[in-house]
């Protein structure tokens, strides 16, 4: 099974078992919409409690584990979910995930290599790839640069400009 990272815990809150999450989403409130979620390395599902939305984080609890001696163990790993719970994204756009490992060939066919990182760069996202001999290009994520992302073929067409690919 695939599984997607939405948060990372950061920290316990308090003495009731609440703790700071960082979100790794662009829709903090998507939190809200889960039920549960997997904790990395470990099999069961944790049924969210409580969310609390803050500037530069979240709160949350689990049903059963209303007790800081309970969560300590989980500071500094990922909060997962996985297939089923993904929510649908807006036409163009792509689950990170779902990017990474891709082929990237140029208008004229000629390949690349396969993006191995998704930076978040301010307004735009920056994919990196890396070809057979492990030298990396940077291309930002924008339809001037990349006319076709294809998952179905496996495939990113791109455009670049003079000096992208030096």
């Known amino acids: 099974m695939k599984y997607l990272k939405v948060g990372k815990i950061l920290n316990t809150h308090g003495l009731k078992g609440e703790m700071k999450i960082f979100s790794l989403t662009d829709y903090d409130e998507r939190f809200e919409e889960l039920e ?10 944790f ?7 803050r500037p530069k984080d979240i709160l949350l609890s689990f049903k059963d584990y ?3 001696n309970l969560v ?17 994204l807006p036409e163009d756009t792509y689950y990170i995930a779902d990017i990474i490992g891709l082929a990237v060939y140029t208008l004229q066919d000629e390949y690349l290599g396969k993006v191995v990182q998704v930076l978040q760069a301010g307004s735009n996202e920056v994919y990196i790839i890396k070809d057979d001999k492990g030298k990396e290009i940077m291309i930002p994520a924008v339809k001037e640069f990349m006319p076709e992302i294809s998952l179905e073929k ?12 030096e």
Do not use: A, H, T
């Open 36 to 45: 549960w979620v997997y904790i990395e390395g470990y099999e069961e599902r």
């Open 47 to 53: 049924y969210i409690n409580k969310v609390k939305y």
């Open 66 to 68: 209303g007790d800081i």
């Open 72 to 88: 300590e163990k989980f500071k500094g790993r990922y909060l997962l979910i996985d297939e089923s719970q993904k929510r649908d």
């Open 154 to 165: 496996g495939k990113i067409i791109v455009r670049p400009i003079e000096g992208m690919i």
